[in-house]
């Protein structure tokens, strides 16, 4: 689940309105937005016409779905409950088709391969249907709810924010001196921000932010930089370590690296930029390792960031070995691997990472093959305890 929403459903802000929320849903990318609303055009009876494109017939769908929502406003005296319910649907629609449902769905076309010799063109058009649920959750957290949650008054971004877009960023006004010295308003407390950030992490963190021009540092463990026109985050935590319950636990950190969210302008500002849709860094990826490993992928994480924004069809290669990975470009697979997921992901990633193309560009979850093997040992011998 997204941090914003988990934060949207606990304490949700005051005050929506459907025209608000339409307002932001606007700029989401079509063809994501038209696949997260699918549950809501059909609760309203809004499905596509049989004449035109497929691109025509979503933005029917989205039209004829905002009338209906306004002709309903029309009628009840509170648009505050309608927008929290539709927004709550929407987020657990979207959390639940991209981690649960379509993955079953795939499952069972796996199953059903031996006896149906359509079931590989199936699993490809629901594994290309997961991955664009996956996206466009994480881009309605990302553009829509943490605006929400900032409980910001209400505004054109057709106007106020558009006018001055490709104006100099004056940081020497009185506003910015006093903005500077009050901290920013965290919408969703971050429970890693007191834990002492790894050695090997600090040292990451500074060999990457080396490699651009303009970057802060937001924490301990957190930095931002920009690249061209785009603000991404890099964070670096730990998925699992030891504990006095748990003393043979394995040590992991976990890179994560994704779009700044535009929550927060004063980060945005710092790097020169303006927290607007065209600035806003869609590329995302997960990568857990062992510490020693993160020295290894300083550079490669700039190329991949670079790489990512320019939309390149020549990947970085990754230079360490994938989870499930015995030598480079082979997979013998780890007998104590529970989930199904991981190394199916690194073997397309090895060889999407390899080739050129833009099918890098889509891997999100990735596990080092060290790391991957050590927790897979303490996972099953816990299971045995």
Not at 162 to 171: C, N, R, S, T, V
Request: charged share 30%; proline share 8%; glycine share 4%.
């Amino acid at each position: 689940m997204h941090p914003l929403h988990f934060r949207y459903v606990s304490d949700p802000p005051s005050g929506q309105t459907c025209s608000r929320l339409f307002q932001l849903m606007d700029d989401l990318e079509p063809d994501g937005r038209h696949a997260l609303l699918r549950d809501a055009f059909h609760a309203f009876n809004v499905y596509p016409t049989e004449k035109g494109t497929v691109k025509e017939r979503a933005a029917h769908c989205y039209r004829e779905f905002k009338e209906r929502c306004k002709t309903l406003m029309e009628m009840l005296p509170e648009e505050s409950p309608f927008v929290f319910g539709l927004v709550c649907s929407t987020l657990g629609n979207g959390l639940a088709r991209s981690t649960r449902r379509v993955f079953h769905f795939i499952e069972r076309q796996r199953e059903d391969a031996d006896d149906d010799p359509t079931a590989k063109e199936k699993m490809d058009f629901l594994r290309e249907e997961e991955h664009q649920l996956r996206v466009a959750y994480r881009e309605f957290c990302d553009l829509v709810i943490a605006v929400l949650v900032a409980e910001i008054e209400p505004m054109d971004f057709g106007s106020e924010w558009l006018i001055d877009e490709e104006g100099p960023i004056d940081d020497d006004s009185p506003e910015s001196d006093e903005a500077e010295k009050t901290p920013p308003k965290k919408l969703f407390p971050d429970p890693e921000i007191e834990i002492p950030c790894h050695p090997a992490a600090t040292t990451f963190l500074d060999q990457v932010s080396a490699h651009f021009q303009k970057s802060l540092v937001e924490n301990t463990h957190s930095i931002a930089v920009r690249e061209g026109d785009k603000a991404v985050n890099i964070s670096v935590s730990e998925y699992s370590a030891p504990t006095p319950a748990k003393p043979d636990c394995p040590l992991v950190l976990r890179l994560f690296i994704r779009g700044l969210s535009i929550s927060d302008p004063r980060q945005f500002k710092k790097l020169g930029l303006r927290p607007l849709r065209r600035t806003w860094f869609e590329g995302r990826l997960e990568f857990s390792l062992f510490p020693n490993e993160l020295a290894l992928l300083a550079t490669w994480t700039a190329e991949w960031i670079r790489g990512q924004v320019a939309r390149d069809t020549n990947p970085p290669p990754i230079p360490i070995r994938l989870s499930g990975e015995s030598r480079y470009f082979e997979f013998s697979g780890d007998p104590a691997e529970q989930s199904p997921y991981v190394e199916p992901v690194a073997e397309a990633a090895r060889s999407a990472f390899s080739s050129e193309g833009t099918d890098w560009l889509k891997v999100e979850y990735l596990w080092s093959k060290a790391a991957r093997a050590a927790y897979n040992a303490w996972e099953a011998k816990s299971d045995e305890l």
